[in-house]
């Protein structure tokens, strides 16, 4: 009995060596609450990521194997769901969370542990971090242009326009707090004049009393992070008070919902987005990110039988596979070998942005993989 | 000149906020009154309206009159069953559990519009003067409010003439009043809560059917409408139909001239400072009635 229990193990043993271990990827997106709509889009994009390398052999033979718990849009879940990746699971890898709170929350812990985390938080100061801390080795990685390049990104836009004294307005919450801060920042090295500033109640259904206001200062262009509904709300009410300026809106509103939401007022409305918000035709032929991104739409439309919902976001959850397939071909086992890979991965090419990473740039953007947008004709078009 | 626009302007924003805010209050006032429940699922009543017009019009590209009959009708039918699945079978129970159990069913709502509907923030084109805009000093006002108004007026107008003249409103009124002597008058108290729970689903989808071209809609939109309509309809005096509206208004114009005079950050600060203070001066509302 012993002997038969004996060769039985032995047997067992050998064929899971013989069929090759899974490559285990934790996923903590956020599939509901608040912020629930940026995850949602990029686990489709991630989803496509696997299928393209499982569809060829996987990862030196290795399959991807995701295991996705929600994060709820809660610091606890995404903390609770880290923890157990690392400790139950013994994953290769983290990806998400996406929201600022639990990314950051995130972070201390992967650190300490010393596993690689990619996410594509927009609010992480993942970078401001390294600047800070120069020694510090960080494990989470975000594959978004965030807030600090697409600040800075605006107000070198402005200038190129020749607009020198802009309006700000701003939601009341951690968004609009940092934007706030980084717009000032950024104006005097752009030689751009704030020239007036109001805040508003992201829940409100009416900023005319704020925009009057701002009218009143008679700037060139306003600069606002309102995005959404309050971004829908702004953008009508800047109509009715009948603003001709260009009105600069974030980059989560580079969607054709957003578009769709406008009810056809789409004058003066810009906001900054990677190239892939652009539509493909737009791009020159012989662009090879043109090819990249029309892959993946015909890839996307096959698999889920209807088109990309939110390419920008998709593509985050596309590119963040892709990173860490990399960093996985060349130093699996080792997670701070593949932490060091990824940073010094120069031009790679993804479906947002073509990523160079550094000691000081965990996001792999620079201000230059970052175009202007404007609707024509109820599209998004780069309006550089 | 400039002091003059920026106040017709936070009056302007004011009325365009409080009329939505009292048309969402109305529901609130109309259930109370019967079945003496505070329905914290007004709020999802309300977004299932828009919610239920925009994938009409949108989707399905019903024509407007149809697509307005239908979802006021859904969402009628929505108080219907919850009043028949979730309150009758506790009718006895306190104050207190009927609110926990309406807190529940908001949930349970904005779950299954955010699956159905999906998450997205959405709108249709307005039902009165689209694209228009009026202005005075300077100031832009938008003529839908202007309907949002005449509507929530006409609704009081009739709710008024149908409790105080049809049969089925007087026994609603009997119910609110004392409902075992109700009971004993032959009125068939369950069966008349029932009709008011459907009765307020279909003023709340009117509510969200009115203030989706303003202010957008998606499947949570209805906790932030719901709790400023309560708010409105408190101030106003929940005993009393016309409470809501006034309440409605006069909350909306507090938020908008604090927002204006003093600061955003003090928005919400400022409107419940004002239902505060209503509540210390005349605690049943200002046009409650004392029992």
């Not at chain 1, 100061?125 to 975000?142: C, R, T």
């Not at chain 1, 073509?354 to 202007?372: E, K, L």
């Not at chain 2, 259930?31 to 009409?56: K, T």
């Given at each position: ?384 | ?57 949108k989707a399905l590209q019903l024509p407007i009159p149809l697509a307005f009959v239908l979802s006021i009708l859904f969402v009628a039918v929505v108080g219907f069953l919850m009043d028949l ?107 008349m809560r029932t009709l008011s729970f459907a009765l307020s689903g279909a003023l709340g989808a009117l509510a969200g059917i009115m203030v989706t071209p303003i202010c957008l809609m998606f ?46 950050e003090y928005k919400d600060a400022i409107a419940f400072c004002v239902l505060l203070l209503i509540l210390f001066i005349k605690p049943e509302g200002l046009l409650g009635s004392k029992k």
């Open positions: 009995m012993i002997l038969l229990l004996g060769i039985l193990t032995v047997l067992f043993m050998f064929g899971t060596a013989l069929a090759a271990d899974p490559i285990k990827i934790g996923v903590t997106y956020d599939q509901t609450g608040a912020c629930a709509h940026a995850s949602i889009h990029a686990m489709n994009g991630l989803l496509i990521a696997v299928d393209e390398i499982n569809g060829k052999g996987g990862i030196n033979g290795r399959k991807v194997e995701l295991i996705s718990i929600d994060g709820q849009c809660t610091v606890e879940k995404a903390l609770g769901n880290v923890k157990r990746f690392i400790q139950k699971d013994n994953v290769d890898a983290i990806i998400g969370p996406m929201y600022t709170g639990p990314s950051m929350a995130a972070m201390p812990v992967v650190n300490k542990e010393k596993i690689l985390l990619v996410t594509g938080s927009g609010g992480n100061p993942i970078n401001e971090m390294l600047a800070e801390k120069p020694g510090e080795k960080q494990f989470l990685y975000s594959l978004s242009m965030g807030i600090v390049f697409q600040h800075e990104f605006n107000m070198q836009w402005l200038k190129k326009r020749g607009i020198t004294k802009v309006a700000m307005i701003n939601p009341l919450n951690k968004l609009g707090e940092g934007s706030n801060t980084w717009y000032k920042h950024f104006a005097p090295k752009f030689g751009i004049q704030i020239i007036a500033s109001e805040n508003y109640d992201p829940a409100s259904m009416d900023l005319t009393p704020q925009l009057i206001k701002l009218k009143a200062a008679n700037p060139g262009a306003i600069i606002t992070m309102a995005s959404g509904a309050d971004g829908s709300i702004m953008v009508k009410n800047f109509h009715q008070l009948g603003m001709k300026i260009p009105l600069i809106t974030s980059d989560a509103n580079i969607t054709a919902s957003f578009i769709e939401s406008l009810e056809g007022k789409t004058g003066y409305v810009y906001g900054p987005a990677p190239i892939s918000g652009a539509p493909t035709e737009t791009l020159p032929a012989n662009d090879p990110r043109r090819k990249r991104i029309e892959k993946f739409l015909k890839d996307y439309e096959k698999k889920f039988g209807k088109k990309s919902q939110s390419i920008n976001w998709e593509g985050v959850g596309y590119d963040t596979m892709m990173v860490i397939q990399e960093a996985l071909k060349n130093a699996a086992g080792d997670q701070t070998k593949m932490r060091d890979y990824i940073e010094n991965l120069k031009n790679f090419p993804g479906i947002n942005a073509t990523y160079t990473f550094s000691a000081t740039n965990h996001r792999g953007y620079s201000v230059d993989q970052i175009h202007m947008f404007s609707i024509k004709g109820n599209v998004w078009h780069l309006d550089d | 000149m400039e002091h003059l626009t920026y106040y017709t302007q936070f009056f302007f924003s004011g009325l365009t906020v409080g009329s939505i805010y009292a048309l969402v209050g109305l529901g609130f006032a109309l259930v109370y009154n019967v079945s003496r429940v505070l329905n914290f699922a007004q709020g999802e009543f309300v977004m299932l309206g828009g919610m239920a017009m925009i994938y009409l019009v699945i979730a309150i009758r079978p506790v009718q006895k129970g306190s104050f207190l559990i009927m609110i926990l159990i309406t807190i529940g069913i908001s949930a349970f709502i904005q779950g299954i519009a955010g699956l159905v509907f999906g998450r997205e923030h959405l709108s249709f084109p307005p039902l009165f003067f689209q694209g228009k805009v009026l202005s005075l000093f300077g100031a832009v006002f938008d003529p839908q409010v202007i309907s949002i108004i005449a509507i929530t007026v006409l609704a009081s107008i009739s709710l008024k003439i149908f409790l105080a003249r049809s049969w089925d409103g007087k026994a609603l009124r009997a119910c609110g009043e004392n409902k075992i002597t109700a009971h004993l008058l032959g009125i068939n108290v369950p069966y499947f949570q939109g209805g906790v932030m409408l719901g709790l400023k309509g309560i708010c409105g309809a408190v101030i106003g005096g929940l005993n009393n139909i016309w409470g809501a509206l006034l309440g409605g208004l006069i909350l909306g114009l507090s938020e908008s001239f604090g927002v204006g005079i003093i600061s955003s």
